[in-house]
C-alpha cells in the first residue's frame, strides 16, 4: 500500500527546513502530483539516485515506480541547501544531486542506502545537510525576512516591503530570484495559496467574515478576494480545482496525505498574526 508520512525535520534545522518525509509506494506506479511551495525539496529514493527539485511556478507530475522508498526534505523558501548556482537557474527543473554536489552526492548515497532503515537514513542526510549548513552559513538574512513578512495573514504591498527593508524593489527582486527563484510577488501567491491548504489540512473552522463558511469562507480567511479567486490560483498551481485536489473533504488532501508537519509553520506565523490582534483590539478597548 502506498504511504506518505511527514514528520519536522531537526530542530537545528528548523529555520532551514519546512518538514521530511518516507514515501512508499505499493505493487502499482504511483501518479505523485508536486505542488509550488516557494522552496526546494530533495527527493531522495533509496538504492537509488538522489535529485533536486527545483522551485515551482506549477505542478510537476511524477510518477514513482512501484516498490519505491523515497526520503525526501522540503526546505523554506530562501534557505536552500548549498548550491553551486542561483535558484532561478533552477525553477521548475528537476536535477541530479550528484550533477550538483559531486563526490559529496556519491557519498551521501552510499550513507543513506547503507542505513538499515528510511527512518534512519533521513535521519542521516539531515545531519549531513546540517554539517553543509554550518560550513557555509550562506542564507540572505534580508530576503528571510521578507519571506516572513510574504506568509499568508497578512497582506504586505511589494514596494512597502523592500522600503521597510531598506531596498529598492529592484533589489529585492533580484535578491529574491537568486535566493527563492521567483520574484517577491510569486512568491507571496504561492504562500498565500499554501496558507489555504494549511487551514484545509487543518480542518481549521473559517471565521466567518463577509458570512461565508466552508471552502469560500477559508479562501476569505487567507486572503482571496472570494472562492472564485481561489479557483483561479488554485488550478494555476496545481491543474486542478481546489474541490479536485482536496477530493471534496476540507480535512485532507485527495491522495490521503497527511501534510501536517508541512503545513505547521503556516499555522504557527497565523496563531501569531491573531495573538498580535487580540493584544491590539485589547489596548483599543481599553
Same mark, same amino acid.
Given at each position: 500500500?502506498?504511504? +506518505?508520512?511527514?514528520?519536522?525535520?531537526?530542530?537545528?534545522?528548523?529555520?532551514?527546513?519546512?518538514?521530511?518525509?518516507?514515501?512508499?509506494?505499493?505493487?502499482?506506479? +504511483?501518479?505523485?502530483?508536486?505542488?509550488?511551495?516557494? %522552496? /526546494?525539496?530533495?527527493?531522495?529514493?533509496?538504492?537509488?539516485?538522489? *535529485?533536486? $527539485? %527545483?522551485?515551482?511556478?506549477?505542478?510537476?507530475?511524477? /510518477?514513482?515506480?512501484?516498490?519505491?522508498?523515497?526520503? %525526501?526534505?522540503?526546505?523554506?523558501?530562501?534557505?536552500?541547501?548549498?548550491?553551486?548556482?542561483?535558484?532561478?537557474?533552477?525553477?521548475?527543473?528537476?536535477? %541530479?544531486?550528484?550533477?550538483?554536489?559531486?563526490?559529496?552526492?556519491?557519498?551521501?548515497?552510499?550513507?543513506?542506502?547503507?542505513?538499515?532503515?528510511?527512518?534512519? !537514513?533521513? $535521519?542521516?542526510?539531515?545531519?549531513?545537510?546540517?554539517?553543509?549548513?554550518?560550513?557555509?552559513?550562506?542564507?540572505? =538574512?534580508? /530576503?528571510?525576512?521578507?519571506?516572513?513578512?510574504?506568509?499568508?495573514?497578512?497582506? =504586505?504591498?511589494?514596494?512597502?516591503?523592500?522600503?521597510?527593508?531598506?531596498?529598492?524593489?529592484?533589489?529585492?527582486?533580484?535578491?529574491?530570484?537568486?535566493?527563492?527563484? @521567483?520574484?517577491?510577488? /510569486?512568491? *507571496?501567491?504561492?504562500?498565500?495559496?499554501?496558507?489555504?491548504?494549511?487551514?484545509?489540512?487543518?480542518?481549521?473552522?473559517?471565521?466567518?467574515?463577509? !458570512?461565508?463558511?466552508?471552502?469560500?469562507?477559508?479562501?476569505?480567511?487567507?486572503? +482571496?478576494? &472570494?472562492?472564485?479567486?481561489?479557483?483561479?490560483?488554485?488550478?494555476?498551481?496545481?491543474? @486542478?480545482?481546489?474541490? *479536485?485536489?482536496?477530493? !471534496?473533504?476540507?480535512?485532507?488532501?485527495?491522495? !490521503?496525505?497527511?501534510?501536517?508537519?508541512? +503545513? *505547521?509553520?503556516?499555522?504557527?506565523?497565523? &496563531?501569531?498574526?491573531?495573538?498580535?490582534?487580540?493584544?491590539?483590539?485589547?489596548?483599543?478597548?481599553?
Amino acid at each position: 500500500m502506498e504511504s +506518505y508520512v511527514e514528520h519536522p525535520p531537526l530542530p537545528e534545522l528548523a529555520t532551514m527546513v519546512r518538514t521530511v518525509w518516507i514515501q512508499r509506494t505499493g505493487d502499482t506506479a +504511483y501518479l505523485q502530483r508536486h505542488l509550488p511551495t516557494g %522552496g /526546494v525539496e530533495i527527493h531522495f529514493p533509496i538504492g537509488g539516485r538522489p *535529485q533536486l $527539485l %527545483g522551485p515551482l511556478t506549477g505542478p510537476e507530475l511524477e /510518477v514513482i515506480p512501484p516498490h519505491t522508498t523515497i526520503v %525526501g526534505v522540503r526546505f523554506h523558501p530562501g534557505t536552500p541547501p548549498p548550491l553551486p548556482t542561483v535558484l532561478d537557474d533552477l525553477v521548475d527543473q528537476r536535477l %541530479g544531486l550528484t550533477d550538483l554536489w559531486r563526490n559529496s552526492a556519491d557519498r551521501l548515497v552510499d550513507t543513506v542506502a547503507s542505513a538499515g532503515t528510511p527512518e534512519r !537514513g533521513l $535521519l542521516l542526510l539531515q545531519a549531513d545537510l546540517l554539517q553543509q549548513f554550518r560550513r557555509t552559513g550562506a542564507v540572505d =538574512v534580508l /530576503v528571510g525576512e521578507a519571506v516572513q513578512a510574504l506568509m499568508p495573514w497578512r497582506p =504586505v504591498n511589494i514596494d512597502t516591503l523592500a522600503t521597510h527593508l531598506a531596498l529598492s524593489p529592484s533589489q529585492l527582486r533580484r535578491r529574491c530570484l537568486q535566493t527563492v527563484g @521567483v520574484t517577491p510577488k /510569486v512568491l *507571496q501567491r504561492t504562500l498565500r495559496f499554501q496558507g489555504f491548504l494549511a487551514l484545509a489540512q487543518a480542518g481549521a473552522t473559517p471565521s466567518g467574515r463577509r !458570512g461565508t463558511d466552508g471552502m469560500a469562507g477559508l479562501a476569505i480567511d487567507t486572503g +482571496y478576494a &472570494d472562492q472564485a479567486h481561489l479557483s483561479r490560483e488554485c488550478l494555476r498551481l496545481t491543474g @486542478v480545482t481546489p474541490t *479536485q485536489l482536496l477530493g !471534496g473533504d476540507l480535512e485532507r488532501c485527495h491522495c !490521503g496525505h497527511d501534510h501536517s508537519a508541512s +503545513y *505547521q509553520p503556516f499555522l504557527a506565523t497565523r &496563531d501569531r498574526h491573531l495573538h498580535d490582534l487580540f493584544k491590539t483590539e485589547a489596548v483599543h478597548r481599553s
